[in-house]
Structures are given as structure tokens and as C-alpha cells.
């Protein structure tokens, strides 16, 4: 099977299938998370809660395919538990993980 990276250009129907799709239009796991590695604009990483500047106006990764993103980033892959049902839920499933493994 193809794995399905998070932050497509496109979301994929699924139906059927075992992969999970990222969402059209959600960006959580690109503004939840804190990132302590350098992202493009980014030098320092970001915070958690904040919004990566890479995200465009349609919250779609600018680095996806390039060697600037981070591997962090790469690491995150869309499933039913991260990404929940919507946006409000990965935010929430999110956060609470971070705070759960902050050092
Ligand atoms: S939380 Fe899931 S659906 Fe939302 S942007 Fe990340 S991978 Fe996509
Ligand atoms: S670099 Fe791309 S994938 Fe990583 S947090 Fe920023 S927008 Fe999301």
C-alpha cells in the first residue's frame, strides 16, 4: 500500500480502504504540536498552539516534497486517532499530548 502522507494537497476519499486521509482544510497537527527543529522562517522551531508559518491561506504545507521540512514533520501520518473527526477534535487529541510528553 502507498502510504498517505499528512498535509496532501489533496484529500483523497478513502472508502474502503485501511489508509486514513489527511483532511482538506485542517492544519491541526501543523499548529498544535510544538516543533523544536528549524522550519523555513521558523529558525527556533514553534511553540505549541502556533500556527506553522509554512502553512498557506488554503492550510496546506509549502514545504511538502522538499528537504527543508522537517522530520518531524514527515513523522506525523493522518490516522482516525490523531486526526479525529474534525479539526476541533485532532486540535484537542493534540495539545493533550503535548502537554502529556512535555519534558
Ligand atoms: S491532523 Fe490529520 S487531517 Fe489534520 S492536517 Fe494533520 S494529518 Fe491532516
Ligand atoms: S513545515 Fe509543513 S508540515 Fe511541518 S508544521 Fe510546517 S506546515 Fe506543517
New binding site residues.
Given amino acids: 500500500m502507498i502510504p498517505i502522507d499528512?498535509?496532501l494537497v489533496a484529500a483523497v476519499p478513502v472508502v474502503g480502504l485501511a489508509a486514513f486521509a489527511c483532511r482538506t482544510g485542517c492544519g491541526a497537527c501543523?499548529t498544535a504540536p510544538s516543533?523544536t527543529s528549524p522550519?523555513p522562517g521558523m529558525p527556533d522551531g514553534k511553540p505549541a498552539g502556533v500556527a506553522?508559518v509554512?502553512?498557506d491561506e488554503y492550510l496546506r504545507?509549502r514545504?511538502?516534497g522538499h528537504p527543508e521540512?522537517?522530520a518531524f514533520?514527515a513523522s506525523l501520518q493522518p490516522s482516525a486517532e490523531m486526526c479525529g473527526s474534525n479539526r476541533q477534535a485532532a486540535m484537542a487529541g493534540l495539545l493533550a499530548l503535548e502537554l502529556a510528553t512535555r519534558p
Fill in positions: 499528512a498535509h501543523c516543533i522550519i506553522c509554512q502553512l504545507c514545504l511538502f521540512r522537517p514533520c
